[in-house]
């Protein structure tokens, strides 16, 4: 039963009730007014025939009393709300008053009668030589109180009848919008987040539709955090998992899975001591009451056991879960990062201070050591480059949007976010320390421009369809090893990326350090454009490592490309004062400008 019926259904009963009320009220008010009239008629009645007795008594020249009052009543006729009837001594009837001929054609049923007849009593006289009887009858003012309830009956349905369906319809207009309500949980329920409901010009309606559309973006907005959440705990190259209270593993992420060699149907459920090696045991314990506590732990550098065996460096970074309704501690969530590859190369760092403080006088084994070290450095600068970068500025990114949107609204979220942001942080910082000790051997004898110009002799051997202009102005020998390194990669990745994702067939590079002191590169090429925006990035440093690059020296980096259309360069730097004017080219230009660039130290 629709709520449109039942509302319809309780003012027709309503609607109802009052009309029996209404009809109850005219009925006892007609009844009282025909006891009324039938008492008052009875008197007057009564009054006028002792009147008409007394009169034939005083007058015996009339005749005997019985016949006078025959005759006056055969006169008479008949009289309202009365029947009159004459009886001789012996009982014979001598007078009957007439029927009355009000509104005869009428017939009232006889529950209405009843209702009505007051049932008053007859009044009898004894007169000489007869009796007189007055019995009252209210059967006209009973027919015509029928017929005015008739009257009013009709009216009365007509109007029920058209009330319920002017009810019925404005019921039906009014409730319309309960409709696109229905529909709309309906949509959400099914999990349509992005179903709105439409403005309603009824208070009621807009206020209810406007909370619905309000709760719908809370929902969707947390949704979507959640979905990246998963998401980056999914993709991250750190193993993300999270324990109940008991130390029991409840999540397993797939970095997890390659670095411990646990597939999640094998480790969840089970205890974090099955990673822990023997021996450090006491440092799980000691994890685990910091949790209870609800202290953080941040990058803490210890070893764990993976499924074969072998034993794994990993740093650990782990964070209470806090019931935000309950405020009751339900676990934590834990990363660890395999830093096997730093661990190798602080020990390499650490053979190669041993033996440069060790073997000063042998120059030939210090070189053999520093060789080692850079091919250490390179190996992990690819690691870093092709598995961790990308990931990185990714979590970063993410978790300082998380920890901005639920700063004030679930500050336990934000201070997991903030972990993962201090995670990140770490991770950016090693790997960019790392990353600007990395150079080509050639930096360290002939300088940024004369390995500039032999990088770019050999790709112009590679490619001798492609036209390389190299250009140099102002002094660039002041400039320290880690901008020479950085510029060095830059200029590398630049090329690279015209030829293998812009086929172009012309490149120009021009280095300059101005007067003020401020470096400027531009590196232009007529290939086929890209949308920066959309540039997968996932597999390349690209352009955020570029990015990455000249913000560490406090430069400006920018790039202006559309596929397949004219490009426009526009660059800037408030800190150098320098503006380039905007000029139309094909293909894609990057404009670099790294102020003070002759006082950036080593």
């Not at 499924?307 to 970074?317: E, N, Q, T």
């Not at 336990?412 to 910082?429: L, P």
Request: some cysteine; hydrophobic content about 40%.
């Amino acid at each position: 039963m629709s709520l449109r019926f039942r509302l319809n259904l309780l003012i027709t009963a309503l609607l109802l009730l009052f009309m029996l009320a209404v009809g109850y009220v005219i009925l006892k008010g007609t009844k009282s007014s025909i006891q009324e009239g039938v008492e008052a008629a009875t008197r007057v009645t009564v009054q006028l025939l002792d009147t008409v007795v007394v009169s034939s008594i005083q007058n015996p020249e009339w005749g005997y009393t019985h016949d006078v009052m025959r005759r006056f009543l055969e006169h008479l006729g008949h009289v309202r709300s009365n029947e009159i009837y004459l009886y001789s001594l012996n009982g014979a009837l001598l007078f009957q008053s007439p029927p009355s001929k009000y509104r005869s054609d009428i017939y009232p049923p006889q529950w209405f009668e009843n209702m009505l007849n007051p049932h008053e009593k007859s009044v009898t006289r004894l007169i000489r030589f007869g009796k007189l009887v007055v019995t009252p009858n209210p059967a006209g003012a009973i027919r015509e109180a029928w017929s005015k309830m008739r009257f009013l009956f009709w009216v009365g349905l007509g109007f029920f009848i058209l009330l319920n369906a002017i009810v019925y319809w404005m019921l039906g207009r009014w409730l319309r919008p309960l409709q696109p309500m229905l529909k709309a949980i309906n949509q959400m329920e099914q999990g349509d987040l992005t179903t709105r409901l439409p403005h309603f010009d009824l208070p009621e309606f807009g206020s209810i539709a406007k909370n619905f559309n309000l709760m719908g973006e809370s929902l969707q907005k947390s949704t979507a955090e959640n979905q990246r959440l998963a998401l980056i705990a999914q993709q991250t190259a750190d193993a993300v998992m999270i324990h109940d209270l008991n130390g029991n593993i409840s999540f397993w992420n797939a970095a997890a899975q390659k670095i411990f060699g646990y597939a999640p149907e094998d480790i969840i459920g089970k205890s974090a001591s099955i990673l822990t090696p023997k021996g450090e045991e006491r440092d799980l314990a000691q994890n685990m009451r910091a949790i209870n506590d609800r202290r953080n732990v941040e990058n803490h550098d210890t070893q764990r056991q993976a499924r074969d065996g072998r034993i794994v460096d990993v740093s650990i970074s782990a964070a209470p879960l806090i019931d935000p309704q309950t405020n009751e501690l339900i676990g934590d969530i834990c990363s660890m990062r395999d830093i096997t590859e730093r661990k190798h190369a602080e020990i390499a760092e650490r053979k190669a201070e041993v033996a440069e403080n060790k073997l000063e006088e042998n120059r030939q084994i210090t070189h053999l050591i520093q060789k080692h070290i850079e091919d250490e450095r390179r190996s992990l600068a690819r690691e870093l480059h092709d598995e961790l970068g990308q990931y990185v500025t990714a979590i970063k990114t993410f978790a300082v949007a998380i920890a901005n949107k639920t700063k004030e609204k679930a500050p336990e979220v934000e201070a997991s976010a903030q972990t993962i942001v201090a995670a990140a942080n770490h991770i950016y910082d090693g790997m960019h320390n790392i990353i600007r000790q990395l150079r080509p051997g050639s930096l360290d004898n002939l300088g940024l421009v004369e390995t500039l110009k032999d990088a770019i002799n050999n790709v112009q051997k590679q490619q001798p369809n492609l036209n390389i202009t190299l250009e140099f102005s102002g002094n660039l020998d002041g400039l320290g090893e880690s901008l020479n390194i950085n510029i060095y990669r830059i200029v590398q990745e630049s090329i690279n990326n015209a030829i293998k994702h812009a086929e172009a067939k012309n490149i120009e590079v021009k280095l300059a350090i101005t007067k003020t002191g401020a470096l400027q590169l531009t590196i232009k090429d007529d290939g086929k454009g890209m949308d920066v925006n959309a540039v997968d990035q996932t597999n390349h440093f690209g352009l955020l490592g570029m990015r990455e690059r000249v913000q560490g020296f406090k430069g400006s980096f920018n790039v202006d490309s559309e596929p397949n259309t004219q490009m426009v360069t526009k660059v800037s730097s408030k800190k150098a004062g320098v503006k380039s004017a905007g000029s139309q080219s094909s293909g894609t230009t990057i404009y670099i400008n790294i102020p003070q660039a002759l006082n950036v130290s080593n």
